[in-house]
């Protein structure tokens, strides 16, 4: 009954339904999408597997589809030698009971040996290790698995670590694996811990033999088998086959090799250990991506906060009160009556003092106060942490960190981007607006006037005085022409300029106001360059990891 059961299980195995190369092939390239996005945001311990499995799965299928890799793996004395030879019909690999007696990994190659030298070269299976199974007296009793390339590997268990070393390099590799058992130690915890239970991915290309079964009772040999059967359920390796085997009686190894036909027929093996391969390191970076993100996860509020940091950082508050001092005092300047502004012109020295400060003050814009000293910085930070732990919180470890870390990894250089933005930020002071011109024009009219109608005065009191007789040049209101021009120019000066000084006090409010928008716009520029742009490029390759595992990780 047990053997009827071992034979439907080989039978499901190898009638599972077929993969395609070009679906094993969109899974690893999606992979490989994978590691360029979590590239420098993931621990490169983390990604080691999966960069294993994207360079194995691509040299494997450029070396040869048509090639079946079956190693027969075991502990001292299981009889795998044996096995290998009784199945090669040659006696190729050393036997020992006792102790280790395969040093090297030997290869029997059922066809000819030269087509799959590149890919014995890839096992790294020494030269003077390979053997051909090709014969033209048998060779239709061996075209069943012509295709076969049989692995004996050195003992797991061995004394020398080289061996084992070279058991778990090959076991990396192959195709499919037989695992050759001992009656006697098929419970063994070494195996089963250390090896069996990390093939529970790799069902469909994992063969246990119960071997030397030639040395028990039938009724033993079923016992034995439906032992191991609990045995393998326990680790994960329910619906692996598990048949009885002897290389020199009864029950052979008959079962083993038409199970082998069977795999080499279908050419299924290379490709389910491949993708047997992509679900392992697939199910282990599954921790790795949770919930869909989008931009939206950084709050418009915390950039704000960062923004408000940074502008008290570049001392912008300090800026805009210096651009409506100096927009004030030039259009006082601009406005005032032409004889008060000269009445009270400075000294020569002041003057070229003050030249300077009006030169200073519209740059003065470029000068932040973004002193580490302050402890404006500080704040900074604290908002630049804040921005990010808000973006953390839904991202799956070791996401979080990689995303802190993006947001810090600009700070240092925030005071010198601030410098640069302020500095070529133009607050629009050395633009002249139209009204000023028109004031200024009346102004100078004014001032026109009242120099014509003192010099007409002077003229007409000296010509009177040499007993000319002049016209009396009767005006508005029967004042005197001269006289109107005079008085009226010099009293139209000074009080434009005191109604004016309201107007650009207003003038000056919105001046400041205007500066304040453009070096918030360009502070904003720089918390986007610096902060929030390291962000989204961390939230943006995380959505393109995440895409990229949910193709890899789904069998179409």
């Given at each position: ?196 239970r990390q093939f529970h991915r790799h069902k469909e290309v994992t063969v246990v033999a ?347």
């Amino acid at each position: 009954m047990a053997a009827e059961t071992a034979e439907g299980v080989v039978t499901e195995t190898l009638d599972a339904p077929p993969l395609e190369v070009d679906d094993l092939v969109r899974r690893v390239q999606a992979l490989e999408r994978f590691l360029a996005a979590a590239e420098g945001h993931l621990p490169d311990a983390r990604l080691a597997a999966a960069h294993t499995v994207v360079e194995r799965a691509g040299q494997r299928l450029a070396l040869s589809r048509h090639h079946s890799v079956v190693a027969l793996a075991g502990a001292t004395g299981s009889g795998k030698s044996s096995l290998f030879n009784a199945l090669a019909r040659m006696d190729l690999s050393p036997v020992g009971a006792r102790r280790p007696t395969t040093n090297d990994t030997y290869a029997c190659v059922w066809g000819s040996a030269d087509d799959a030298a590149h890919l014995l070269d890839w096992l790294g299976i020494l030269p003077r290790r390979r053997f051909a199974r090709e014969s033209e007296l048998d060779g239709e009793a061996e075209a069943g698995l012509r295709g076969l390339v049989l692995l004996d590997l050195p003992d797991f268990d061995s004394i020398e670590a080289s061996h084992r070393a070279e058991v778990d390099r090959i076991l990396g590799l192959v195709d499919l694996v037989v695992w050759v058992l001992d009656p006697q130690k098929y419970a063994d915890k070494v195996i089963h811990h250390s090896y069996l239970r990390q093939f529970h991915r790799h069902k469909e290309v994992t063969v246990v033999a119960l071997n030397h079964a030639d040395r028990l009772s039938p009724a033993d040999v079923q016992r034995c088998l439906a032992d191991l059967r609990r045995l393998l359920d326990a680790d994960g390796l329910t619906g692996v086959p598990a048949l009885a085997s002897s290389a020199y009686g009864p029950p052979g190894c008959d079962e083993l090799r038409g199970l082998l036909e069977r795999a080499v027929a279908t050419r299924q093996a290379a490709l389910r250990r491949l993708a047997g391969d992509v679900d392992q390191v697939v199910a282990e970076l599954s921790a790795t991506v949770g919930p869909e993100v989008t931009e939206r996860i950084i709050d418009d509020r915390a950039i704000r906060a960062l923004d408000d940091a940074l502008v008290a950082a570049a001392g912008v508050p300090a800026v805009v009160q210096m651009a409506e001092y100096a927009y004030l005092r030039r259009a006082t300047e601009q406005l005032g009556w032409p004889v008060l502004r000269w009445l009270s012109r400075p000294r020569p020295r002041a003057r070229a003092d003050a030249g300077e400060e009006r030169e200073a003050a519209p740059a003065a814009a470029a000068r932040p106060a973004a002193d580490p000293a302050t402890g404006r910085l500080a704040a900074v930070g604290v908002a630049v942490r804040a921005l990010a732990e808000q973006a953390a919180d839904v991202l799956p470890a070791p996401w979080p960190d990689a995303l802190r870390a993006a947001a810090r990894s600009r700070l240092d250089d925030v005071p010198a981007a601030l410098d640069r933005a302020l500095a070529r930020t133009d607050l629009g002071l050395s633009r002249t607006p139209w009204w000023w011109r028109l004031i200024a024009g009346v102004q100078w009219l004014a001032l026109l006037a009242a120099g014509v109608g003192l010099v007409w005065l002077l003229a007409d009191l000296g010509g009177r005085a040499l007993g000319l007789s002049l016209p009396a040049y009767p005006g508005p209101g029967g004042m005197a022409l001269p006289t109107l021009l005079a008085v009226g120019g010099m009293v139209l000066g000074p009080a434009l300029t005191v109604a004016t000084r309201p107007l650009a006090a207003v003038a000056a409010r919105r001046a400041r106001t205007r500066a304040e928008s453009r070096l918030r716009e360009a502070v904003a520029e720089v918390a986007r360059e610096h902060a929030v742009a390291p962000v989204r490029a961390v939230l943006d390759a995380y959505g393109q990891a995440r895409a990229a595992l949910a193709v890899a990780g789904r069998p179409r």
